[in-house]
């Protein structure tokens, strides 16, 4: 096929009886009916190979362009030219047995099936489609295909022919064309200048379409001449038909200055038309109402008559630059030109004046003038060498307009992305931002509904009721979640405002909003922070609380039974004083994973204390179900851990309370699976306890006590309060009262008189003590103001070294008082010896004063022995104006007690100390 690219010596009239005599071979061809498309056949070729039908048939095939196929009569291929490898990629031999449907987008073989290829063909001799058709590297295009039936002389169908050409390059440009007619539509209905379109239908112009700005112009009325010929339209302004019908014919536009009445609304304007063409057979005219221009000119012209009466500033200037004539509204003006006698006009009034006089134009232009803003019309004056200067103030206009150009400047640097649709919600205009939010450009979006940012997170009720509240109060504003271009979802804080015309007509819709993700990340990671154990991730006490007062409403409402454990790690403090704290947190991270193991996914395993778990089964049908979680626990923690190169052993001792039978509220569950689980400790550890009524005995409660203070002391439990001490006599602060206080994390704050006792008893209170000591230091960081109390008992158990020991811190500035004086036993001659500063005076004692006798004269023998030991004073407990006033007229003023302050917290006593008066209030 050497001759393809020379020009082909076939005619026509050979084609044509190769095709009829196509038509009487053995295969019942009818005739080929498809030209050569282009390819160019040597004569000698031609002569060579058309010896019988059927071979010029074939040879004419191999030799076009298009796709030319055989087709029996299901449709399978029986034939197909060699043009199927330039056109699709396949050899002859991989078409031909198939269907065409075989190659079909998939969307199109939806839509077509073997009787829709052929019924047709079969019906009128001809059948022609549009599909998409897959080339054998995967890619699609789109082919054209002619289907012809070949029949027998009864009309039987044997055969159908086929021919398929590449129409890809025209689809693209259809569909480029159909994009770009909806970007016209777009921007011609929001052309902000009224535009009517005209459509020549034959001899006739006929009215076809106008945008929102006719409608407004026309209010509202525009719609009803549609179809109506512009020859009548405009029957009192035929010179309007004559620029139409000019504008058509030389495909030309077209500017008129024109002034008629608008038919719609009877109103008489002064229009600039411009006149477009637009292919193939249309006319628009914009239109843009000058009427108040036109109007200010001819008061312009009519205040010419009357200067003095004009309100802005009129003068009139020779050519030589000397002022004329001025009206006394230029006065101003003109002053401040003056140099002297003399009024030196600027270089731009008399650029003005030369330019007016020699081109004998009228010429309109701004000044900035004393910060404000003129718009001058000067005007020659007919045959001589002069013009007036008609000023206006437009300093307000010039505002305006600044601010709209810093709304536009806005729009295109802010952070917000920002929307405008029309009425019917298509995007008309996005900023900037928007593209960089949603990875959406204008050309992407402009045209099309906002809903293409759906993210599918959001039901139909969402918006049905957003649009609802839009519709009523003309806003709506709310968190959402859209879908940016790479498909990725985001919530954004959105904001949608309705702008109406001035006919109460939907104009627009504003939305402006922007990218909440880096903030609902932080809120979740604060949250999850928030409840959630740092080192195990499990739920800490308040998530656990939380869920835990949740399990018991539950339970109640449905009537079941669910169960608190409270786990404690038996040797826990040994391993993790032993070998260090980070194989102690490996150990806890690995007790949390166990624990997870052993629950149902309702159930909660939380971290509430440093070796201390919870659980809460939320429903359970029988105690055996709590058993064998317990079980579980047990068989999963018994096994040995390896961690840090050690291999660990650990039990856990686990108590059990049971809703409802051993508590309805959540205090009482806290309370008594404690208590169980102390009772499972004193078993020696690796044991369960369920509790028992026997259990909450005062035994029990006073032996959970001491436990809890010890894992108070472990968990630093104690805070200290600290009482102010002031002197009476000038209200000032002398000094302060370090106070502990026990924070319960579930009791709340427990006096000490609760715990007190229990701590000396035990052993404990020195421990405490030595927190309350340090934190007191911590805060008071400078310990030589540091007074230690001492009570009386306490000084006498060890008389000898309690004394070697106060002496030497006395050494070191350190101070001592006795505390509670007169409630102990303790002995005047061995008082004496200690190196004491301070003796407090029991509230016991003062509680009574003044009216009390035995009680002045138990204080006023105190005072005097204080003074004879050389000691100072502090009342302690003093709460009323009779006591203040019993120790003042005895000579004494460090008051501590209720008349001055309770107890305070580091921080209510930094507030304290800042009054103006830290005494009484």
Same mark, same amino acid.
């Given at each position: 096929m050497t001759g393809k690219n020379k020009k082909s010596d076939l005619n026509t009239d050979e084609i044509k009886h190769t095709v009829s005599s196509a038509g009487k071979n053995s295969?019942?061809?009818?005739?080929?009916?498809?030209?050569s498309g282009g390819k160019n056949i040597k004569s000698t070729t031609v002569k060579r190979e058309l010896k019988t039908p059927e071979s010029r048939y074939r040879f004419i095939s191999e030799h076009m362009l298009d796709l030319v196929g055989l087709h029996d009569s299901s449709g399978l291929y029986q034939y197909v030219s060699s043009s199927v490898t330039d056109i699709l990629g396949y050899t002859p031999d991989e078409v031909i047995g198939k269907s065409p449907l075989d190659f079909f987008h998939p969307e199109d073989r939806i839509k077509n099936n073997r009787d829709s290829i052929y019924a047709s063909a079969n019906l009128t001799d001809e059948s022609r489609m549009q599909n998409r058709v897959r080339k054998k590297d995967g890619t699609y295009i789109w082919l054209e295909t002619l289907i012809r039936p070949i029949k027998d002389d009864n009309g039987n169908i044997l055969q159908f022919q086929s021919s398929s050409r590449d129409i890809s390059e025209r689809k693209s440009a259809e569909e480029k064309m159909i994009e770009s007619e909806m970007m016209y539509r777009t921007h011609y209905k929001n052309f902000p200048l009224p535009a009517f379109t005209w459509t020549k239908t034959g001899s006739e112009f006929i009215f076809t379409d106008y945008n929102d700005a006719a409608f407004r112009l026309t209010r509202g009325k525009v719609s009803t001449y549609l179809g109506q010929n512009a020859v009548e339209f405009y029957s009192d302004n035929p010179s309007v038909v004559d620029r139409m019908v000019r504008c058509f014919e030389d495909k030309s536009v077209i500017t008129a200055e024109e002034s008629y009445r608008i038919k719609s609304t009877g109103d008489y304007k002064f229009i600039i038309s411009s006149y477009v063409y637009v292919p193939p057979s249309m006319v628009t005219i914009h239109t843009e109402d000058i009427t108040e221009k036109k109007l200010r000119e001819e008061e312009i012209r009519s205040l010419a008559k009357f200067p003095e009466d004009n309100p802005n500033p009129v003068f009139r200037v020779r050519s030589d630059n000397v002022v004329i004539y001025s009206n006394t509204a230029s006065k101003w003006l003109l002053d401040s030109w003056k140099s002297g006698d003399s009024c030196?006009?600027?270089?731009?009034?008399?650029?003005?004046?030369?330019?007016?006089?020699?081109?004998?134009?009228?010429?309109?232009?701004?000044?900035?003038?004393?910060?404000?803003?003129?718009?001058?019309?000067?005007?020659?004056i007919s045959g001589m060498n002069e013009v007036y200067f008609y000023g206006l103030d437009i300093t307000e206009k010039k505002m305006a307009e600044e601010e709209l150009l810093l709304v536009g400047r806005v729009f295109e640097t802010t952070t917000e992305g920002i929307v405008v649709t029309d009425s019917e919600n298509r995007?008309?205009?996005?900023?900037?931002?928007?593209?960089?939010?949603?990875?959406?450009?204008? %050309?992407?979006?402009? *045209?099309?509904?906002?809903?293409? #940012?759906? $993210?599918? +997170?959001?039901?139909?009720?969402?918006?049905?009721?957003?649009?609802?509240?839009?519709?009523?109060?003309?806003?709506?504003e709310g968190e959402i979640w859209n879908r940016r271009k790479n498909g990725e979802t985001y919530p954004e804080w959105l904001s949608i405002n309705l702008i109406k015309d001035e006919m109460k007509r939907v104009k627009n819709y504003v939305s402006v909003f922007r990218d909440i993700?880096?903030?609902?990340?932080?809120?979740?990671?604060?949250?999850?922070?928030?409840?959630? %154990?740092?080192?195990? *991730?499990?739920?800490?006490?308040? #998530?656990? $609380?939380? +869920?835990?007062?949740l399990a018991v409403n539950q339970a109640v409402r449905e009537k079941n039974q669910m169960a608190l454990l409270y786990i404690d790690l038996d040797r826990f403090k040994v391993i993790n004083d032993s070998l260090g704290h980070i194989t102690g947190d490996y150990l806890l991270q690995h007790v949390a994973l166990k624990l997870n193991e052993c629950v149902r996914d309702g159930d909660t395993v939380a971290r509430v204390g440093g070796d201390e778990f919870v659980i809460i089964l939320s429903h359970i049908d029988e105690i055996n179900d709590v058993v064998r979680v317990c079980g579980r626990i047990s068989e999963k923690l018994n096994l040995p851990v390896v961690i840090e190169g050690h291999e660990l052993f650990i039990s856990a001792s686990i108590g059990i309370s049971i809703f409802p039978d051993d508590g309805a509220t959540v205090a009482e569950l806290h309370k008594n699976a404690d208590i169980a689980m102390y009772h499972a400790k004193e078993l020696g550890g690796g044991e369960y306890q369920f509790f028992s009524v026997e259990m909450n005995s005062e035994v029990d409660v006073?032996?959970?006590?001491?436990?809890?203070?010890?894992?108070?002391?472990?968990?630093?439990?104690?805070?200290?309060?600290?009482?102010?001490?002031?002197?009476?006599?000038?209200?000032?602060?002398?000094?302060?009262?370090?106070?502990?206080?026990?924070?319960?994390?579930?009791?709340?704050?427990?006096?000490?008189?609760?715990f007190i006792p229990v701590a000396e008893e035990t052993g404990h209170i020195v421990q405490i003590n030595e927190l309350v000591l340090k934190k007191s230091c911590l805060k008071c960081k400078d310990p030589g103001n540091l007074i230690i109390e001492i009570t009386e008992d306490s000084i006498m158990q060890n008389v000898d070294e309690i004394n070697v020991i106060m002496k030497e811190l006395k050494n070191k500035g350190i101070r001592f008082s006795i505390d509670d004086f007169g409630t102990g036993y303790s002995s005047l001659s061995y008082l004496k010896k200690f190196p004491l500063d301070n003796l407090k005076i029991d509230r016991s004692f003062i509680i009574d004063l003044p009216d009390d006798n035995d009680s002045k004269t138990l204080a006023k023998t105190i005072i005097v022995l204080a003074r004879e030991l050389g000691l100072k004073i502090i009342a302690e407990g003093v709460e009323k104006q009779e006591q203040l006033d019993f120790f003042t007229q005895n000579g004494e003023y460090l008051i501590q007690g209720y008349y001055y302050s309770r107890p305070l917290a580091f921080k209510d006593l930094m507030i304290f100390l800042q009054k103006p008066e830290s005494a009484h209030s």
């Amino acid at each position: 096929m050497t001759g393809k690219n020379k020009k082909s010596d076939l005619n026509t009239d050979e084609i044509k009886h190769t095709v009829s005599s196509a038509g009487k071979n053995s295969d019942g061809l009818n005739g080929l009916f498809l030209n050569s498309g282009g390819k160019n056949i040597k004569s000698t070729t031609v002569k060579r190979e058309l010896k019988t039908p059927e071979s010029r048939y074939r040879f004419i095939s191999e030799h076009m362009l298009d796709l030319v196929g055989l087709h029996d009569s299901s449709g399978l291929y029986q034939y197909v030219s060699s043009s199927v490898t330039d056109i699709l990629g396949y050899t002859p031999d991989e078409v031909i047995g198939k269907s065409p449907l075989d190659f079909f987008h998939p969307e199109d073989r939806i839509k077509n099936n073997r009787d829709s290829i052929y019924a047709s063909a079969n019906l009128t001799d001809e059948s022609r489609m549009q599909n998409r058709v897959r080339k054998k590297d995967g890619t699609y295009i789109w082919l054209e295909t002619l289907i012809r039936p070949i029949k027998d002389d009864n009309g039987n169908i044997l055969q159908f022919q086929s021919s398929s050409r590449d129409i890809s390059e025209r689809k693209s440009a259809e569909e480029k064309m159909i994009e770009s007619e909806m970007m016209y539509r777009t921007h011609y209905k929001n052309f902000p200048l009224p535009a009517f379109t005209w459509t020549k239908t034959g001899s006739e112009f006929i009215f076809t379409d106008y945008n929102d700005a006719a409608f407004r112009l026309t209010r509202g009325k525009v719609s009803t001449y549609l179809g109506q010929n512009a020859v009548e339209f405009y029957s009192d302004n035929p010179s309007v038909v004559d620029r139409m019908v000019r504008c058509f014919e030389d495909k030309s536009v077209i500017t008129a200055e024109e002034s008629y009445r608008i038919k719609s609304t009877g109103d008489y304007k002064f229009i600039i038309s411009s006149y477009v063409y637009v292919p193939p057979s249309m006319v628009t005219i914009h239109t843009e109402d000058i009427t108040e221009k036109k109007l200010r000119e001819e008061e312009i012209r009519s205040l010419a008559k009357f200067p003095e009466d004009n309100p802005n500033p009129v003068f009139r200037v020779r050519s030589d630059n000397v002022v004329i004539y001025s009206n006394t509204a230029s006065k101003w003006l003109l002053d401040s030109w003056k140099s002297g006698d003399s009024c030196h006009l600027p270089d731009y009034i008399s650029d003005a004046v030369k330019y007016v006089i020699t081109f004998n134009q009228t010429l309109t232009i701004d000044f900035d003038i004393k910060n404000r803003v003129f718009n001058f019309t000067v005007t020659p004056i007919s045959g001589m060498n002069e013009v007036y200067f008609y000023g206006l103030d437009i300093t307000e206009k010039k505002m305006a307009e600044e601010e709209l150009l810093l709304v536009g400047r806005v729009f295109e640097t802010t952070t917000e992305g920002i929307v405008v649709t029309d009425s019917e919600n298509r995007i008309i205009r996005v900023n900037p931002a928007f593209t960089a939010i949603t990875g959406y450009s204008s %050309d992407d979006v402009v *045209g099309k509904n906002p809903k293409i #940012l759906k $993210s599918e +997170r959001h039901d139909e009720v969402f918006y049905r009721e957003m649009w609802r509240t839009i519709t009523e109060k003309g806003v709506w504003e709310g968190e959402i979640w859209n879908r940016r271009k790479n498909g990725e979802t985001y919530p954004e804080w959105l904001s949608i405002n309705l702008i109406k015309d001035e006919m109460k007509r939907v104009k627009n819709y504003v939305s402006v909003f922007r990218d909440i993700s880096d903030i609902k990340n932080s809120e979740q990671k604060i949250e999850y922070q928030a409840y959630h %154990d740092p080192l195990t *991730g499990l739920p800490n006490r308040s #998530l656990f $609380s939380d +869920r835990l007062a949740l399990a018991v409403n539950q339970a109640v409402r449905e009537k079941n039974q669910m169960a608190l454990l409270y786990i404690d790690l038996d040797r826990f403090k040994v391993i993790n004083d032993s070998l260090g704290h980070i194989t102690g947190d490996y150990l806890l991270q690995h007790v949390a994973l166990k624990l997870n193991e052993c629950v149902r996914d309702g159930d909660t395993v939380a971290r509430v204390g440093g070796d201390e778990f919870v659980i809460i089964l939320s429903h359970i049908d029988e105690i055996n179900d709590v058993v064998r979680v317990c079980g579980r626990i047990s068989e999963k923690l018994n096994l040995p851990v390896v961690i840090e190169g050690h291999e660990l052993f650990i039990s856990a001792s686990i108590g059990i309370s049971i809703f409802p039978d051993d508590g309805a509220t959540v205090a009482e569950l806290h309370k008594n699976a404690d208590i169980a689980m102390y009772h499972a400790k004193e078993l020696g550890g690796g044991e369960y306890q369920f509790f028992s009524v026997e259990m909450n005995s005062e035994v029990d409660v006073r032996f959970m006590l001491e436990l809890q203070l010890r894992r108070a002391i472990e968990q630093d439990q104690f805070d200290v309060f600290f009482q102010p001490i002031v002197d009476s006599r000038t209200g000032i602060t002398a000094g302060f009262e370090a106070l502990s206080r026990w924070i319960h994390p579930e009791l709340g704050v427990i006096p000490p008189s609760t715990f007190i006792p229990v701590a000396e008893e035990t052993g404990h209170i020195v421990q405490i003590n030595e927190l309350v000591l340090k934190k007191s230091c911590l805060k008071c960081k400078d310990p030589g103001n540091l007074i230690i109390e001492i009570t009386e008992d306490s000084i006498m158990q060890n008389v000898d070294e309690i004394n070697v020991i106060m002496k030497e811190l006395k050494n070191k500035g350190i101070r001592f008082s006795i505390d509670d004086f007169g409630t102990g036993y303790s002995s005047l001659s061995y008082l004496k010896k200690f190196p004491l500063d301070n003796l407090k005076i029991d509230r016991s004692f003062i509680i009574d004063l003044p009216d009390d006798n035995d009680s002045k004269t138990l204080a006023k023998t105190i005072i005097v022995l204080a003074r004879e030991l050389g000691l100072k004073i502090i009342a302690e407990g003093v709460e009323k104006q009779e006591q203040l006033d019993f120790f003042t007229q005895n000579g004494e003023y460090l008051i501590q007690g209720y008349y001055y302050s309770r107890p305070l917290a580091f921080k209510d006593l930094m507030i304290f100390l800042q009054k103006p008066e830290s005494a009484h209030s």
